[in-house]
């Protein structure tokens, strides 16, 4: 089932806009503060806060103690995080995709500004190129984006 999903989402072709490559920026710093979340949440369950010293078994009758209930809050956020995670991951991977197909120096543009989130005077120097150049760059893989 897994593998006929992914041929799917290989074959699936999606008309790129402007909007769709602006928000790829957005969600990319999204994934990012994710991450330190669960490395935070990851962090807590292994801190000696979460560690319960008690060796005794509990029967099924007795509440479970604060900490057991505090690491199962703290699996349940990370695993809410994670699946987001990979629905960012699968939306950048939709945008990275539809920018392969585009010649080099216009996908290193459309990286620059809508995947890693640069402003346009920064793609500007790193390209060394002029603002009219990025500008006609920028018009011409859109037009190649969309078709």
Same mark, same amino acid.
């Given at each position: 089932?897994?593998?006929?999903?992914?041929?799917?989402?290989?074959?699936?072709?999606?008309?790129?806009?402007?909007?769709?490559?602006?928000?790829?920026?957005?969600?990319?710093?999204?994934?990012?503060? %994710? /991450?330190?979340?669960?490395?935070? &949440? =990851?962090?807590?369950? *292994?801190?000696?806060?979460?560690?319960? +010293?008690?060796? $005794?078994?509990?029967?099924?009758?007795?509440?479970?103690?604060?900490?057991?209930?505090?690491?199962?809050?703290?699996?349940?956020?990370?695993?809410?995080?994670?699946?987001?995670?990979?629905?960012?991951?699968?939306?950048?991977?939709?945008?990275?995709?539809? %920018? /392969?197909?585009?010649?080099?120096? &216009? =996908?290193?543009?459309? *990286?620059?500004?809508?995947?890693?989130? +640069?402003?346009? $005077?920064?793609?500007?120097?790193?390209?060394?190129?002029?603002?009219?150049?990025?500008?006609?760059?920028?018009?011409?893989?859109?037009?190649?984006?969309?078709?």
């Amino acid at each position: 089932m897994k593998i006929s999903v992914k041929i799917y989402i290989l074959c699936e072709v999606q008309e790129m806009t402007k909007e769709t490559l602006m928000q790829c920026s957005a969600k990319r710093r999204e994934l990012q503060q %994710i /991450s330190r979340r669960i490395e935070t &949440l =990851r962090a807590d369950a *292994r801190s000696t806060k979460a560690v319960c +010293y008690d060796s $005794e078994p509990k029967s099924k009758g007795e509440p479970v103690a604060a900490v057991q209930r505090y690491i199962e809050r703290l699996e349940e956020l990370s695993a809410l995080y994670e699946e987001k995670k990979a629905d960012l991951m699968q939306d950048i991977i939709t945008v990275e995709r539809a %920018i /392969s197909v585009l010649p080099s120096d &216009l =996908r290193m543009l459309m *990286r620059c500004r809508y995947i890693e989130g +640069y402003k346009w $005077e920064q793609v500007n120097e790193m390209m060394y190129i002029s603002e009219r150049t990025s500008k006609r760059m920028h018009k011409a893989a859109m037009e190649l984006l969309k078709k």
